[in-house]
């Protein structure tokens, strides 16, 4: 199916994901429209989202213009992780996003496509993961569209906090050390996408490089990114985590939160092999991925 003269909003437009999937969408052919929280402060996706750049800060504030005319695709990708309460962040993502799934269904958007995540499933522990879970379910196995992807490789969000983490710290208290953890390059994530709402196709899609990475190779890699020798220190897990909830019980906000540390205790890892074939998609493997970090890094400052 040609994208070209079809429309797609993108929620959380001018996050790490968001911001990178209007680029994508655009040199697709498609004619992007960005929901962002403050419009006022994204004029610089005028580039990439020459269908309009609109106001959409969940849960109360959506602008319904966005909505307007034959709309191909909705692509969920704004979800709220700072916010000043548990309960606030809930309302912001659940009763926000099940008001844009009304608001969408009402408009006749053809696709909706709710970016997800592979720490979402049934046995999920994390707050993340549980409330992502939740979220999927608010929209229609048959005929909305659930995307999951890995944890995403690129200059931005978790990835980047990550690294700004490892600059710091001279040793890295290495938690949970025989777990694996999936990834996906941030441009091959956003390619999954495009072809998911090129193709039309529904149900959940898995994005992901089909190899796992060791944990100690996965922060050795993202330390080798910006030169820093890692050194470090296995410790027992299920220990770091009751101290942890010491810490946050009493108020400290220590820099590993004890839903990271569940996150990391209960990684599935799954097979994307089916989902990549329908998508006709070859995503680099974390080494590949970490390489093309570095390229562009360079050549910023070359």
């Known amino acids: 199916m040609s994208s070209a003269g079809q429309t797609v909003l993108i929620t959380g437009a001018s996050g790490f994901l968001g911001r990178a999937c209007c680029a994508a969408f655009t040199l697709a052919g ?12 994204a004029s610089d996706l005028t ?5 309009g750049i609109f106001r959409c800060d969940l849960p109360d504030a959506i602008d319904e213009r966005a909505m307007d005319g034959g709309i191909q695709a909705l692509v969920h990708c704004a979800y709220e992780t700072r916010s000043a309460s548990p309960e606030q962040a809930r309302r912001t993502n659940l009763t926000g996003t099940e008001a844009l799934v009304r608001l969408g269904r009402k408009s006749g958007i053809r696709q909706l496509v709710f970016v997800s995540s592979m720490a979402a499933h049934e046995s999920a522990v994390s707050v993340y993961g549980k409330t992502k879970y939740e979220l999927e379910k608010r929209f229609d196995a048959a005929a909305d569209t659930v995307v999951k992807p890995a944890t995403i490789v690129g200059d931005g969000g978790v990835f980047r906090r990550t690294r700004e983490m490892l600059r710091r710290l001279p040793v890295l208290p290495l938690f949970y050390a025989d777990r694996r953890l999936q990834t996906i390059w941030i441009e091959d994530a956003c390619q999954g996408l495009v072809r998911t709402v090129e193709r039309s196709i529904g149900g959940t899609v898995l994005l992901a490089h089909p190899e796992s990475t060791p944990m100690r190779e996965f922060y ?3 330390a080798a990114v910006d030169g820093v020798r890692l050194k470090v220190c296995p410790f027992p897990g299920d220990l770091a985590l009751f101290g942890i909830r ?14 990271n540390l569940l996150g990391i205790k209960h990684l599935h890892n799954f097979d994307p092999v089916d989902d990549l074939a329908r998508l006709g998609l070859q995503p680099l493997s974390f080494q590949e991925s970490l390489q093309q970090l570095m390229g562009r890094a360079s050549a910023r400052t070359g």
Do not use: M, T
């Open 47 to 51: 580039a990439v989202a020459q269908g």
């Open 246 to 259: 010491v810490l946050e019980r009493i108020g400290l906000r220590p820099p590993i939160s004890s839903d």
């Open 30 to 41: 498609f004619r992007v429209r960005a929901l962002v929280r403050n419009p006022a402060a």
């Open 220 to 222: 050795a890699g993202i």
